[in-house]
Protein backbone atom coordinates (compact mmCIF):
# COMPACT_ATOMS: atom_id res chain seq x y z
CA UNK A 1 0.00 0.00 0.00
CA UNK A 2 1.14 3.62 -0.56
CA UNK A 3 0.71 6.11 1.58
CA UNK A 4 0.75 10.22 2.00
CA UNK A 5 2.57 11.46 4.95
CA UNK A 6 0.44 14.99 5.74
CA UNK A 7 1.09 16.32 8.94
CA UNK A 8 1.96 13.14 10.63
CA UNK A 9 -1.28 11.54 9.36
CA UNK A 10 -1.15 8.60 7.02
CA UNK A 11 -4.03 8.82 4.15
CA UNK A 12 -3.72 5.95 1.81
CA UNK A 13 -3.26 6.57 -2.00
CA UNK A 14 -5.68 4.72 -4.17
CA UNK A 15 -6.43 6.49 -7.74
CA UNK A 16 -3.85 6.09 -10.01
CA UNK A 17 -1.89 9.27 -11.32
CA UNK A 18 -1.95 10.12 -14.61
CA UNK A 19 -4.79 7.27 -15.36
CA UNK A 20 -4.69 7.81 -19.10
CA UNK A 21 -1.35 6.90 -19.53
CA UNK A 22 -1.65 4.01 -17.47
CA UNK A 23 -4.42 2.96 -19.78
CA UNK A 24 -2.57 3.48 -22.88
CA UNK A 25 0.36 1.25 -21.54
CA UNK A 26 -1.62 -1.43 -20.30
CA UNK A 27 -3.38 -1.59 -23.60
CA UNK A 28 -0.36 -1.90 -25.96
CA UNK A 29 1.16 -4.95 -23.67
CA UNK A 30 -0.17 -8.57 -23.00
CA UNK A 31 -1.54 -9.62 -19.51
CA UNK A 32 2.31 -11.65 -19.46
CA UNK A 33 4.01 -8.49 -20.40
CA UNK A 34 2.65 -6.63 -17.41
CA UNK A 35 2.99 -9.65 -14.76
CA UNK A 36 6.49 -10.10 -16.15
CA UNK A 37 7.19 -6.15 -15.42
CA UNK A 38 5.42 -6.10 -11.69
CA UNK A 39 7.46 -9.54 -10.88
CA UNK A 40 10.71 -7.67 -12.40
CA UNK A 41 10.23 -4.66 -9.90
CA UNK A 42 9.18 -6.70 -6.96
CA UNK A 43 12.41 -8.89 -7.14
CA UNK A 44 14.45 -5.49 -7.31
CA UNK A 45 12.62 -3.89 -4.36
CA UNK A 46 12.31 -7.29 -2.26
CA UNK A 47 14.28 -7.00 0.88
CA UNK A 48 14.51 -2.59 0.61
CA UNK A 49 13.42 -0.29 3.19
CA UNK A 50 14.84 2.43 0.53
CA UNK A 51 14.52 2.19 -3.50
CA UNK A 52 14.72 5.13 -6.31
CA UNK A 53 12.66 4.22 -9.11
CA UNK A 54 15.06 5.67 -11.68
CA UNK A 55 18.17 3.07 -10.18
CA UNK A 56 15.73 -0.32 -10.27
CA UNK A 57 15.58 -0.85 -13.90
CA UNK A 58 19.35 -0.22 -15.15
CA UNK A 59 20.21 1.36 -18.37
CA UNK A 60 19.65 -1.61 -20.84
CA UNK A 61 16.93 -3.42 -20.91
CA UNK A 62 17.24 -6.09 -23.62
CA UNK A 63 16.41 -9.37 -22.58
CA UNK A 64 14.31 -8.15 -19.31
CA UNK A 65 10.91 -7.58 -18.96
CA UNK A 66 10.92 -4.20 -19.43
CA UNK A 67 12.25 -4.13 -22.95
CA UNK A 68 8.30 -4.18 -23.96
CA UNK A 69 7.92 -1.13 -22.42
CA UNK A 70 10.31 0.96 -24.76
CA UNK A 71 9.85 -1.07 -28.12
CA UNK A 72 5.62 -1.30 -27.51
CA UNK A 73 4.26 1.05 -25.20
CA UNK A 74 6.72 4.09 -25.54
CA UNK A 75 7.46 2.79 -29.35
CA UNK A 76 11.52 3.35 -28.96
CA UNK A 77 11.15 6.67 -27.10
CA UNK A 78 13.63 6.46 -24.53
CA UNK A 79 11.87 9.02 -22.34
CA UNK A 80 8.88 8.06 -22.67
CA UNK A 81 9.01 4.69 -21.52
CA UNK A 82 11.36 5.48 -18.24
CA UNK A 83 8.22 7.70 -17.66
CA UNK A 84 6.01 4.27 -18.52
CA UNK A 85 8.32 2.57 -15.83
CA UNK A 86 8.15 5.02 -12.88
CA UNK A 87 4.14 5.04 -13.61
CA UNK A 88 4.40 1.25 -13.36
CA UNK A 89 6.65 1.37 -9.77
CA UNK A 90 3.85 3.75 -8.58
CA UNK A 91 1.13 1.19 -9.08
CA UNK A 92 3.21 -1.55 -8.23
CA UNK A 93 3.75 0.23 -4.50
CA UNK A 94 -0.22 1.07 -4.58
CA UNK A 95 -1.07 -2.45 -4.56
CA UNK A 96 1.80 -4.37 -2.91
CA UNK A 97 0.84 -5.89 1.17
CA UNK A 98 3.49 -3.72 2.49
CA UNK A 99 3.28 -0.29 3.83
CA UNK A 100 5.33 2.67 1.66
CA UNK A 101 5.40 6.23 1.39
CA UNK A 102 7.46 8.36 -1.47
CA UNK A 103 8.28 11.45 -2.52
CA UNK A 104 10.43 13.23 -4.96
CA UNK A 105 13.98 14.20 -3.01
CA UNK A 106 17.81 15.83 -4.31
CA UNK A 107 20.01 12.87 -3.79
CA UNK A 108 23.60 14.42 -4.01
CA UNK A 109 22.60 17.70 -5.33
CA UNK A 110 20.86 15.92 -7.99
CA UNK A 111 16.52 16.70 -8.63
CA UNK A 112 16.17 15.48 -11.57
CA UNK A 113 16.37 11.53 -10.55
CA UNK A 114 12.77 9.26 -9.72
CA UNK A 115 10.52 8.90 -6.89
CA UNK A 116 11.97 7.57 -3.77
CA UNK A 117 10.09 5.22 -1.86
CA UNK A 118 10.17 4.17 1.71
CA UNK A 119 8.88 1.26 3.52
CA UNK A 120 6.99 2.36 6.63
CA UNK A 121 7.47 0.53 9.82
CA UNK A 122 4.92 -0.36 12.85
Known amino acids: ?37 FD ?3 EKVSGEEITV ?3 IPGHDWAGTP ?3 LYYKAAKKNYDLSAQ ?8 YFMNTNDSWSSGHYTIK ?8 YF ?3 G
Open 1 to 37: MLFNIDNGQLKQITRIPFKKDYDQIVAKLKPSELTGI
Open 109 to 116: GRDDLGRT
Open 53 to 55: SSF
Open 119 to 121: KLK
Open 40 to 42: FIR
Open 66 to 68: LEC
Open 84 to 91: FFGLLVYV
